[in-house]
Structures are given as C-alpha cells and as structure tokens.
C-alpha cells in the first residue's frame, strides 16, 4: 500500500475507520502467508486419449489415459459433464437432486475413436482427444469444449504423472500471485461456437447485456464507490453463459465457485482465406471441479430446464411489486412520515420504504436507534394502514464486542468464519471490527434465520441483505475475507477461495428459510446484493451502487437484462442512480425506466441529492406521476409475469431476440426490451433525446400513446417527449389491467387481418401460498370485429371479464 491509498481510505471510510482498515488489510495479508502456502512447482495435464467406455443409464463414463469423463443427458434434454470423477453433487447452484437420466440416451462409439450419446432433443460426441461437442438433434453444433489443460502441484499425489505430463513450474498467464495453494488443481477450457453467435450472462454486468470480447473475472466484488458500465466485477457473478446463434440457443454453465476469469472473443464469418473464425470461450479458474451443465433449445425453454434444474424463482409478494422508496440517511422516524405523506398528500402510489444501515444503534445488525425511532414497530403499524410496508436491511458482519447479544450467541453457537489457527476471522465494517457467521454451515444458517424474528417483531415485511459479497473494508487487495478463512461449506470442509462466491447465495437462504419458518402464511421478500447460480430460489436483487450519470442509466437496464438471462428474473436499479443529484431529466428518464422493471425502487447514498420525484419540480412531478399510474394500471401484468416466472423461470425483462433468436440485428439490440410477451419498452438513455429508432422484431405493433400501428421486423422512429418513453404492444395481444373502477380488466390490442393472438393471466391470490390458476384468452378478427375468448379445457367461453379493445390498422 502506497500514501495516496491510504489517504483514499481515510477520505471514503474516515479517519479513525480508515486505519482500522489499513491495519485490517495488513493483517489479512498476514492471515494468508501462513494459512494458504504460495503454489510450488506444478505439473500439466491434459486428458490423452480414449481407452474405454462404460454406459450408464443417460450416458456413461469414458476413459483416457490421464482422466475421465462423464456424461448423463437428463430426460428434459440438460447435459451434465464432469471430469476426473466429478459428479453433480454436492452442489450450491442446484435445487436438489440431480435431474433424472434419459432412458433412450445412450453412448455408442462415434467415428476415429470417439463415442457419441443421441437423444431426442441433444446429440454429444466426444472425440478421443477429449474434445465434447454439444449438436442439435439435426446434428448442427451449437458447442465445443476442447480438451480441458490442468496444472496440478507436484506434491499433490493426485493423477496426471503418467507419460505426457509436463512439470510447469511458472504460474500460466493470466494467473494472480498468491491465489491457489498446495493440494488444489487450477484447469482451463476452451470453447467454440458458432462464428454468428453472441454471448450473454456471466451474471451482473454493467457493460452487457451483450458481452464483448474481453476478460470477465468471476469473484464477487464490491467495486469501492458507485459503478459505471466500464467497471467489472460486480456484486453477482456467475459462470452461467447464455449463447446465441443461428443454430440456436443454449446455456453453459461451470459449476464451480472458484475464483475464475472467463475471456470472450466472437467470432467472424468468412475471416482469413473465407473460412468462418468461431466466437471462443476460455474459462480459468483457481480450484475446484471442472463440471458443468448445458441446457438447450428456445430461450423459453433453455431458462425453463434452467429454473427446474437450479430452483424456480422466489415468487415476491403482490405489494413488491409496485412503487418503493430506500435512502441511505433517513435518519429518523419523523423524516420517514414527511416522505411517506409526500406521496400520499400528492396522490402518489407508494407500496414500500427501506430503511439503512443509519436505523441501526451503530449500525450493529439487528438493532435500532431508540432515540431516532423510538417506536418502530408503532411506525410500522402506521404506515401498514396506509398500504405502505417497511422493509430493513441486513448486514452479514456481527460486531464482535462482548455483550452485543448477536455476537454472543453466535460465538457461543461456534457460528463464525476462522482462519487456519482457529481464531475468529475479523473485518472492518460499518460498527467497526466484525465477525462474520460462517453461512455454508446448515447450522448457522438455521441460528441465523432465527433472528429475523426480531425484524419482525420491528414490524418490517421484508429485507435487503447488503455487503454480503461479505465485504470487509481494505485500502488495497480485495475488500474480502482472507482466502485461507476456514468454512465448513455443509461438511465438506474448506477455505474462502470456494466460499466467496456462495456466500452471498446462502446467506439469502438463511433469511428466506428463516422467515417461511417466523411467518409460514406470508411469501418473503428478500432481495440480495450478492449471490451466485440458484439464488432466484431465495428472492431477487438490485443493482447495488451504480453510479448517478447517463451511463449508469445505460448500465441499469444492462444488469436486469443479463440477470435475466442468468435465472434471476426479479430485480431492478437504484432509481436516480445511489451517488450524486441527477439532473431533472436524468431522474426523470430513470424513473420512467424503472417503472417498467420489475423490482421499482428508487435509493440514494446518505449525502446524495433528493429522490422523492416533487423535488425536481412540477414538470418532472407530473411525468413521474403518469410513469406511476401506468404502472398501478398494469399491476395485474406484472403480477402474471411474477407467476409467469415461477412457473417457467422466464424473465419479466426480455431482450428483443427472445421469440426471434435467429435474428441477427435484434441479437444486437441493447437499448429496449420486451416486458413479457406483450410489450416492447424503448427507454430514453440519452441526454436531450425526444426522439429514438426502436428495432421491432417480427409482426405488427401499436404505439400505445397514440394508437399508430407499425409492421416488424424492421427499424422505426418515434416520439419520446419528456412525457413518455415509447412503449409498443403486439397486435393481437390481451393483457390484464386494472379498470377504472379498480378491478381486473382485459385490455386488447386489435390483431392483424388473418392473425390471432392472446394472452395469459394469473390473478393476485394474496401474499400467502395458495395456487394461482393460468386464464389463457385467444384474440380474432371476425367480420372486422375483434372476438375475444377464454379457452379452457372444455372449448373457449366468453371472457367473464370487461374488455377494451385497442388499436386498428397500419
């Protein structure tokens, strides 16, 4: 560490709690040099060639000189591959067991030396080098990993010294000092794919949704201030890849929660003497298993055999999904009512506050200010009777001070992270110097749980869980725990370097299992800032601290999009960005942005500019004001696209391509998207802009602000006054609102001559857990009228709902 970081720690955390971080940092490099040994001499592997195979129900396992590889396709058509012996479980990303085997797949030899293993929706070969290509049933490929390379310590005793392997006694390129000890394997493999094909996910990425050519590392981080579309990584990585090409889409996912970097180069047709180049993949990573998964087919059906494979998503309840309003430095309760009657004096519909960290009594988790919220759970009541919930934020890091009942209690439960000696792990955090409970223990996990019910008792609905990536402040290296901290990862026994990732994901199931069991009649609401693959099953999550600029604006729409893509379909930004005061316009632009995505919240740091919308003036209150009653009016839609989610896992935020994947221009679209089926929503991301080109994908769509019809595929240019953002509906579709009385109305968009169309909906059942029943409506033209019908299993009937049709001719 030089003068000039120390000086930044001081200037971002304080004076006092900036050398409390310093010595933090020193003495977590101190922690690593004597728990985790610096990498000796290192020997490569590489698979060498086949030798035998044996078959198993779905695939079998097969042989090569120097390693093995197994291979099941399930019945749903999703490939699991592993090599060295590496099974599906144990396993953080998936739900449960492992899907079951198809009972027609099976592996017979392939051509020169090879073995292949065809199935009705996936063929994989396998060449006798190792290579695993994953082909459509037509036999097109859509995926080749190549022969996997691992360097293993010589000392090690585990496989690979037999003729062929290579002592390598220097790190490869690309590898961090320091990042792997004695007794773990780091591997790489590369990948091909078609030459068209673009590359999506990887998790929160502030510079997607696309994913350029570059290097993406896979470790949970806290950028150190707000973020910008430039910055990598972020909170939530994943090693999840969504991949689209002309032969179609499909899903790769490396199940291993090791530190990593994924490099990404796409490829070019006709390159060179006019042969195509394929789009590369190259996965690194520090440890752990080489496994994965492949998931293939339509993009509905690749998060489909996503959402059964990793857990259906969490399904918020109803009020989450209207208007919510956070800020870092209420700071006090009074200052929550002025806000909360700020919306309602002006007819503004607000479903929910989040308190920070400056409700806590210094800022120790589970705690409150007496003096600046003397009665919370009496405030909690109050605001209930105004439709509006409190939700808290809850911090991993305990503050390890004797007499703080959390510490003690989890001291003695033995709930803590330790180093390789067996003391307690500790970092600097907002109370100070903190403990951290060693979330990958089921135990702790359960204690943990248990203390929501002081959340409850304080009267909040639900919670946000930050800083969890876990954070501990540090003026250089990773703002983390040290890599050698001991973590019982459910009995398997290991260190931070496998933890990290995961930590995040089960500490969101500690809260979501810990309220079903406080409150078994009510769905939680959880939203993390950190997690991994699988952490849909627990809730959702924001953006985290991005940055207060028309480039942070871009990058909101960027991350819900990709997690989208991911398995997390209920998330959404800092509306107005978290540092900063935006301009009118900005907040404005933001706010009509977010009110279309499903987690709608506006936040902001404490000493940033105001977000409540009458502060940046009438014009801007009056926009904001048709922003929120657009929203209100389509909270059936929303509340079927929740549904939608947990019964399919599709996103509610769609990219362009999702019906359409084979087209190219729509594979590049970034700057609009899809809110399910239904509509399209072209927001403004750029300063002074009133009006922008939208790119429609095939068929007829409507203006919905003045009725215009337009015919896709193809580009069009339309108005976007300060007013409104362009928003189109598809002809033909039927989407649930909410009438001028309130109640459950079907709004219908007029289908194109010789076209149908329809639509779903699922009603509110309430917060709890009853079923939901899918309505499915059908849309026609008959004699020039629009005919709307509810199908159901015995024939169509008439809607039983009001209808107003919309729309007419282009």
């Keep these: 560490m030089d003068g000039r970081e120390l000086v930044r720690s001081i200037k971002v955390f304080g004076a006092v709690r900036g050398w409390r971080t310093a010595r933090a940092a020193w003495r977590q490099r101190r922690t690593d040099a004597w728990g985790m040994p610096p990498r000796g001499p290192e020997r490569a592997r590489v698979p060498g060639l086949a030798t035998a195979a044996e078959a198993a129900p779905g695939g079998g396992t097969i042989r090569f000189t120097r390693s093995s590889l197994r291979i099941c396709v399930s019945s749903g058509g999703t490939v699991f591959w592993g090599w060295d012996g590496a099974g599906p479980l144990p396993s953080y990303a998936l739900a449960g067991e492992a899907p079951d085997p198809d ?76 990042t792997a000890a004695a007794g773990t394997a780091r591997w790489v493999q590369r990948s091909e794919v078609p030459a068209d094909a673009r590359f999506f996910g990887l998790g929160g990425r502030s510079a997607g949704p696309r994913l350029r050519d570059g290097s993406y590392r896979l470790w949970n981080t806290d950028p150190k ?6 910055d990598d990584p972020l909170y939530l990585t994943m090693p999840v890849q969504f991949v689209v090409s002309d032969a179609g889409t499909h899903l790769a996912f490396h199940d291993n929660s090791w530190d990593g970097r994924v490099t990404l180069a796409e490829g070019e047709e006709g ?42 998503p969490a399904l918020p309840p109803d009020w989450a999904l209207g208007p919510q309003h956070a800020r870092w430095g209420f700071g006090s309760a009074r200052e929550v009512r002025r806000v909360v009657a700020g919306y309602r004096e002006r007819g503004l519909p607000l479903a929910a506050v989040h308190l920070d960290i400056d409700h806590y009594d210094g800022h120790r988790v589970f705690t409150v200010d007496r003096e600046r919220f003397p009665d919370l759970p009496g405030l909690a009541a109050e605001l209930r009777e105004q439709g509006v919930r409190l939700v808290s934020i809850v911090d991993p890091a305990v503050k390890a001070e004797p007499g703080d009942p959390v510490y003690d209690s989890g001291r003695a439960a033995g709930a803590f992270v330790r180093d390789a000696r067996g003391g307690e792990v500790r970092g600097v955090v907002w109370p100070g110097e903190c403990a951290y409970p060693d979330f990958t223990d089921p135990a702790v996990r359960e204690w943990w749980g248990g203390l929501y019910e002081e959340r409850l008792r304080q009267g909040f609905a639900g919670v946000w869980h930050d800083m969890n990536e876990p954070v501990a402040f540090a003026p250089f290296g990773d703002m983390t725990l040290p890599r050698s901290a001991r973590h019982a990862l459910d009995g398997r026994g290991g260190d931070h370097r496998e933890a990290h990732n995961v930590y995040g994901l089960t500490m969101a199931g500690a809260g979501y299992e810990g309220l079903r069991r406080l409150r078994p009649d009510e769905r939680p609401f959880l939203v993390s800032r950190s997690g991994w693959a699988g952490m849909q099953r627990y809730g959702g999550t924001w953006s985290g601290d991005v940055s207060t600029g028309w480039p942070g604006l871009r990058a909101s729409l960027a991350l819900v999009l990709g ?3 991911c398995g997390v379909p209920y998330s959404g930004p800092d509306v107005g960005g978290f540092d900063g005061s935006p301009t009118p316009e900005l907040f404005l632009r933001w706010y009509q942005l977010g009110a279309w995505l499903p987690l709608f919240r506006t936040h902001a740091a404490i000493g940033a500019g105001r977000r409540e919308p009458w502060e940046f003036g009438p014009e801007v209150l009056e926009h904001a004001r048709v922003a929120l009653a657009e929203r209100e009016r389509l909270r059936p839609y929303f509340t079927t696209l929740a549904r939608l989610a947990r019964m399919t896992g599709a996103p509610y935020v769609r990219p362009l391509w999702w019906g359409a994947p084979e087209d190219r221009v729509l594979r590049d679209c970034e700057d609009a998207f899809l809110l399910g089926d239904a509509l399209l929503v072209a927001p403004v991301l750029s300063r002074g802009a009133d009006r922008r080109a939208v790119r429609l994908p095939r068929g007829r769509w409507y203006d919905t602000a003045t009725g215009q019809a337009y015919e896709g595929p193809g580009q069009v240019l339309l108005d976007a006054p300060l007013s409104r953002i362009p928003v189109l509906a598809r002809a033909g579709a039927v989407l649930p609102v909410r009438g001028e009385d309130g109640a459950l109305a079907l709004e219908v968009w007029a289908p194109a001559a010789g076209r149908a169309g329809g639509g779903l909906v699922v009603r509110d059942t309430g917060d709890g857990w009853e079923p939901a029943e899918i309505e499915r409506y059908q849309s026609r033209l008959v004699d020039g009228r629009v005919v709307v019908e509810r199908v159901t299993d015995d024939g169509v009937e008439a809607p039983g709902l009001p209808v107003r049709v919309r729309g007419g001719a282009a």
């Design 271 to 312: 390159a060179g003497s006019g042969h195509d180049r394929p789009g590369t993949s190259e996965v690194r990573m520090d440890g752990g298993p080489l496994r994965g998964w492949v998931v293939v087919g339509t993009p509905a059906r690749v998060l489909h055999g996503w959402a059964a494979l990793t857990g259906a």
């Design 103 to 178: 009972p027609r797949a099976s592996l017979e030899p392939d051509t020169d030396g090879g073995w292949r293993i065809v199935s009705e929706r996936v063929t994989v070969a396998v060449s006798r080098h190792g290579a695993v290509e994953i082909r459509t049933p037509g036999g097109v490929m859509l995926r080749r990993d190549l022969p996997p390379r691992w360097w293993e310590p010589v000392a090690s005793g585990v496989p690979g010294r037999g003729p062929g392997a290579m002592a390598v006694t220097e790190a490869v390129e690309g590898e961090r000092d320091g």
């Design 225 to 230: 201030g707000s973020f910008g579309p430039g």
């Design 563 to 565: 997690l989208g893509l």
